[in-house]
C-alpha cells in the first residue's frame, strides 16, 4: 500500500510533471486530496471572488504506474472514499443555472459521520461522495484540472464514486495518474457550478490492461456502464458518447449498428454530468447502459 | 370506476374536444390506450415510412373533471400500469443522436409476462412501464399529442410510471385530461426516438386541487419532485425547469434564491427526459430534487 501526502499535487494534467510516486499495475494506492479551492474558503465570509484562481481543483499526483504505454488503458478501481467533516457550497459569479436569480455566496456546512451534510438547522441530507477530477496526462501539453477531456479531468460524474472503476486511455508512458475535488453531495448537472467541496482521501487499485480499445473515459458500477463525454454543445457531448457506447456495444456485443441504437433507445439514460451555464468549462454527459444478463464488459 | 376504451381517443390536446367521460374529483379511471403508432405497426417489415403520420400518439379521452376551473391542478395519480405483449422499437428517418449511423427499421419484441422484454435470442431486460403522453387541454387552440408542453403532452418522462403522481395545470373547465404512448421500458432522452412502444391500460385517481400554485408540469414519486419542462433548445428547457423548482422551493419550504440555488447544486439532478436530436419535437427534461426529511410537498 502507497500513500501520497495532499500537499503533493498538480493544477494540470500533463506528461511533463514528475511523478511523485511509481508503482507496479494492481497496486492500490491512498491518494488524500485537498478541497476544489485548496482549502481557501474556511468562512461564509470567503467568497470565491476573494481567492486564487490559480489554484482551483488540485489533483493529488501524478502517480506514474509501471508498464502503462501508450494506447493501453489504465483502471481506476475506486475502492475507498473518506470525506472531511467539512465542506463548502458556492455560487460563481456569471456561471450557472440559476445565478440570474441569485446572489454570489459561500455556505460551510458540517459533514456528520462521513454521512450526512448539515445543509441548515432544518434540512440535510445523505452523502453521496464522489470524485470530481479524475485523470491521466493527454495526449499533448497539459489540461487544466478544471477542465474535462479524453483524459478524464473534471469529469464532475456522480457514477464515479466507492465501488466503481474507471477506465482511462493511456497517452503517456507510465499514464501519470491523478485525482482529486471530492464532492460529499453533488446534483447531476452541477447546476450551481459546485457540490458539497471537500478535502479527504480515496483509496485506489491502478491496474494496466493490455489490448483493451478504449478512446475516451468509461465508468463501470455494481450495475451499469457509462461512456462520458464533453464539449462546449451539449449536443454534440451526447452525440459522442452515445458513438462511444454504441461502438462498445457492437464491438463486445457483436451487436449490428442498427440493433444496437435500437436497444440503446429502450435502455441506455443519457444523463448529465455537469451542465451549469453559462461556465466556460465544457458540458459533461455520461450515456448509460446497464449490464445486461450474459452479456460481456464492454471493456474487458 | 370508469373505463373507456381505447376507440376513445384523440390526436391532440384541445379545449375544443367534447369529452368522451365526465368524472368527479377524487374518482378512478381506467384508459385503454393504443401504441404510438395506432397498431400500424405489426410486423418488421412495417417502417415507419410507410405508415399514416397523422394517426401517431393518440391519447385515449379527454376526460371531463368535474369542479376543475382554470388556475386549479389537476392531480393525476398512477395506480397501475399494464402492458401489451408485443412492443416495438423503431429509428426514424433523419431524427435521434445515432441516426447518421445507423439505418430506418423496425423491431417488434415480446414482453413476457409484463415483466421482461425479449429483445433478441440473447438479450432481455426488465420492463420499466411508463406513461408517455399525458397532458390536459392547453389555454388556448390544440396542441398534437406528440408534443410537449406547459399543460403536459409529450412528456417522455420515466418517473412517469405506477405510483407517482403527476400534477398538471387547469387551462379549461374541465380539464379534459388524457394520456396515452406507453412504454414497456425506455432510455432517459429516448435517444433513437422511441423506446418499447406498447397498448395496455392505465388506472388513474383524478383530483383537483384549489389554491396549488402551478405553472406546468411537475412529478412526485416515493422518494422525489420533479419539475418538467420543454423548448427546441436543450440549455433553455433545463433553464426553465430549474426556475420552476427553485421558485417551487423558495414558495414551499421558505428558502431564500440563493440558500435554494446552493441547495440545488448539492442535491438536484438535471435529468434528461427526451433529447433525440435531430427532432422537430422539441426536448424534454426534468430537475430532480429528492424529498428531504421534515419539509412540506412542493405541490400541496
Redesign the interface.
Known amino acids: 500500500m502507497h500513500t501520497i501526502e495532499r500537499d503533493q499535487f498538480v493544477f494540470s494534467f500533463s506528461g511533463h510533471h514528475a511523478p511523485v510516486l511509481t508503482v507496479q499495475s494492481g497496486d492500490r494506492v491512498v491518494l488524500r486530496t485537498n478541497d476544489c479551492f485548496s482549502g481557501q474558503i474556511q468562512g461564509d465570509e470567503d467568497l470565491v471572488t476573494s481567492i486564487d484562481y490559480g489554484r482551483i481543483n488540485p489533483a493529488t499526483g501524478p502517480v506514474f504506474v509501471e508498464g502503462a504505454l501508450p494506447g493501453d488503458v489504465l483502471k481506476a478501481e475506486i475502492i475507498r472514499i473518506s470525506l472531511d467533516n467539512q465542506g463548502v ?3 460563481l459569479p456569471g456561471i ?4 440570474h ?3 454570489v ?1 459561500s ?1 460551510l456546512v458540517q459533514i456528520r459521520e462521513g454521512r450526512r ?1 448539515q ?2 438547522d ?4 445523505e452523502c453521496t461522495p464522489m470524485i470530481g477530477v479524475i485523470g491521466v496526462a493527454p495526449p499533448g501539453g497539459e489540461v487544466a484540472c478544471g477542465h474535462p477531456g479524453r483524459h478524464g479531468g473534471n469529469l464532475d460524474s456522480s457514477c464515479i464514486t466507492e465501488g466503481s472503476s474507471v477506465y482511462l486511455p493511456v497517452f503517456v508512458p507510465g499514464a501519470l495518474f491523478g485525482l482529486g475535488d471530492l464532492h460529499a ?12 467541496e471537500t478535502a479527504g482521501e480515496v483509496e485506489v487499485r491502478l491496474t494496466v490492461l493490455k489490448g483493451a480499445e478504449l478512446g475516451a473515459p468509461v465508468v463501470e458500477t455494481e450495475d451499469s456502464w457509462y461512456a462520458v463525454s464533453s464539449d462546449h454543445d ?2 454534440a457531448a ?2 459522442q458518447a ?2 462511444d457506447m ?1 461502438s462498445m456495444i457492437i464491438r463486445r ?1 457483436e451487436l449490428t ?16 454530468s455537469q ?3 453559462p461556465c466556460p468549462v465544457e458540458t459533461v454527459v455520461r ?1 448509460r447502459i ?1 449490464k ?4 460481456p464488459g464492454l471493456v474487458e
Open positions: 457550497i458556492t455560487t450557472g443555472t440559476l445565478i436569480r441569485s446572489e455566496r455556505k451534510v445543509f441548515s432544518r434540512i440535510q441530507f453531495s453533488m446534483g447531476d448537472g452541477e447546476m450551481c457550478g459546485t457540490g458539497v451539449v449536443l451526447i452525440r452515445s458513438e454504441q456485443w449498428p442498427t440493433d444496437t441504437y435500437l436497444l440503446m433507445g429502450a435502455v441506455s439514460d443519457v444523463q448529465m451542465c451549469c451555464k450515456v446497464p445486461l444478463e450474459g452479456m
